[in-house]
């Protein structure tokens, strides 16, 4: 393959080469898809984002595997979350969203389930608060008289260069964010899951391998799997499963409203399949694990992140 130097016309985003058709060489090719782009907001717009990232397999077959379920979703609006709850609703199951201030992404994810047929409630707040934990549980009861499945999917991820960047104010708003709300959330809703519930929680491969640049959100997802692993095994004998996801590199809002802009070029170059993932590629998974496809499986942390780290 050919590849032709860059000039001082054209931004390299910390690659050595790029080629006619956008493949850049480090060490290896790797296709640009995102171009420079930063969000001073936490957690992020998905409607800044260009590209936008993919929520929607059109060729999923579901088969009625979450029929009457009914699901809470926390950072449902965009990403990941956005994704998981189309998918959900796919299978047949009522969608509550839980999200911060992401409106206009909320009403969109909105309106893509209920395009399918689907029902989904919006609830926003600050999961932060214990009052309005209080509320999305009082709300999803009084509407719907159940809860089957919570996905704890919410978080923030701030990128300092060292631990003396992170202020105590940066430490204890992602620490209450990533895992006290987790822990508040989880256990009001355990009040009302029934045997045959799941529990899906959210960390991260930094935890895995250690990303030097995030080390307070790093610290927090590492709580996750432990937080994972303890619920899982104390509720294993009430029939109700607890398991994590560990995402790798994908583009996400988070992404954009964390690193700093040259960055995002190169998102995903590290995994063998020198890409990062779209939310449509995971939640998959999620399904898997709120069916009942996955009744013998608790205390489990499924890795899916192109190969980068092998869990």
Not at 23 to 28: A, F, M
Not at 82 to 91: D, H, S, Y
Request: aromatic share 10%.
């Amino acid at each position: 393959m050919d590849y032709m130097c860059c000039d001082n016309n054209q931004n390299d985003y910390g690659l050595k080469y790029i080629d006619a058709q956008g493949y850049g060489l480090i060490c290896k090719d790797y296709k640009i898809e995102f171009p420079p782009q930063h969000q001073d907001k936490q957690p992020g717009m998905e409607y800044l984002m260009v590209p936008r990232p993919i929520f929607n397999n059109p060729y999923y077959r579901a088969s009625g595997k979450l029929m009457n379920k009914v699901a809470i979703i926390t950072g449902g609006d965009s990403g990941i979350g956005r994704a998981v709850a189309l998918g959900f609703a796919k299978e047949g199951a009522t969608v509550v969203i839980v999200y911060y201030d992401e409106h206009k992404d909320a009403e969109e994810t909105k309106a893509c389930i209920e395009e399918i047929g689907g029902t989904c409630v919006l609830i926003a707040g600050d999961i932060k608060d214990t009052c309005f934990c209080d509320k999305i549980i009082e709300d999803t009861m009084n509407r719907f008289g159940r809860i089957d499945i919570l996905v704890n999917n919410a978080g923030v991820q701030y990128q300092q260069k060292s631990l003396t960047d992170i202020s105590d104010e940066q430490f204890d708003l992602t620490m209450k964010t990533n895992i006290y709300a987790m822990f508040y959330l989880t256990k009001r809703a355990l009040k009302h899951m029934l045997p045959g519930s799941s529990i899906i929680n959210v960390t991260s491969i930094t935890t895995f391998v250690g990303e030097p640049e995030l080390i307070d959100y790093v610290t927090s997802k590492g709580a996750i799997v432990g937080f994972t692993r303890a619920l899982a095994t104390n509720l294993a004998p009430k029939n109700i499963r607890v398991n994590a996801v560990s995402p790798g590199v994908f583009w996400t809002p988070l992404q954009p409203a964390c690193w700093e802009k040259e960055k995002i070029p190169t998102l995903g170059s590290d995994a063998p399949m020198k890409r990062a993932g779209h939310p449509y590629e995971i939640a998959p998974l999620f399904i898997y694990l709120a069916s009942q496809d996955s009744s013998y499986v608790t205390g489990q942390v499924m890795h899916i992140n192109g190969g980068q780290y092998k869990g």
